[in-house]
């Protein structure tokens, strides 16, 4: 009895999350109420408060459920990816690689869950408003590991270029991973946006090549 009990609290916590990240990620964060959330979880509005308080901090909420995931998906795939190289390190595609693969090349976007999660992203990664916050209070522990293991492949490199670099990274993957249609109606049906696995063959060479035209060694 006790064990049911539980359950059933935890997928009511789990269903507000999940009503509130597909709510987040097509009327953003100002767009969305608590009522809205509670009435698309089929759960009263006292609970989602108990849970998490206030819209924010269910946004919070949001946010962290699946960066935990992704981040150290991420960060395994960096730490793999250094201690395979060896004494020299790793190159600056497989840096690269690391850092987009957990996201783009492993079928996510066939989730409903996490699809929306990446448009939200993508919302998050361009506001004024919540980007600089939310972006570094989930983000920026894992983008520093692999800004250290950038500079290390750009030996002599700018830090201001390699910043700016992963500056226009970071821009490229959550436009892509917003899956928008843009590219579908642009392409007149050549190309589709959703086709993650198909932007990620493409992302990595593309952003390696950017990388490296940027930031070339200073001269002395």
């Keep these: 009895m006790a064990k049911t009990a539980v359950k ?9 999350l999940d009503t509130a990240e597909a709510l987040f990620a097509r009327m953003g964060f100002v767009g969305v109420s608590m009522r809205m959330v509670a009435e698309g979880a089929q759960v009263d509005l006292a609970l989602a408060s108990y849970h998490f308080g206030n819209k924010r901090g269910l946004f919070d909420a949001v946010l962290a459920r699946r960066s935990d995931i992704i981040n150290e998906k991420r960060l395994e795939a960096l730490r793999d990816c250094i201690s395979s190289a060896g004494a020299a390190g790793p190159e600056l ?3 690269v690689d690391a850092f987009i693969q ?18 939200l992203i993508a919302l998050v990664n361009s506001s004024h408003e919540l980007g600089g916050q939310a972006m570094t209070q989930f983000f920026d522990p894992l983008v520093n590991e692999f800004i250290q293991a950038l500079k290390k492949a750009l030996p002599g490199a700018a830090e201001e270029d390699i ?6 990274f970071s821009g490229a993957l959550t436009l892509t991973l917003a899956q928008t ?39 002395g």
């Design 8 to 16: 059933n609290k935890v997928r009511r916590k789990d269903r507000i």
């Design 93 to 95: 595609e497989a840096i």
């Design 102 to 119: 957990p996201l783009l090349g492993v079928g996510l976007e066939k989730d409903a869950g996490w699809r929306h999660y990446m448009e």
């Design 163 to 168: 910043y700016w670099s992963h500056h226009f």
């Design 181 to 219: 249609g843009r590219l579908d109606n642009l392409s007149s049906g050549k190309v589709k946006s959703n086709d993650l696995e198909a932007a990620y063959r493409r992302m990595v060479p593309f952003v390696t090549a950017g990388f490296k035209a940027l930031c070339k060694p200073e001269k």
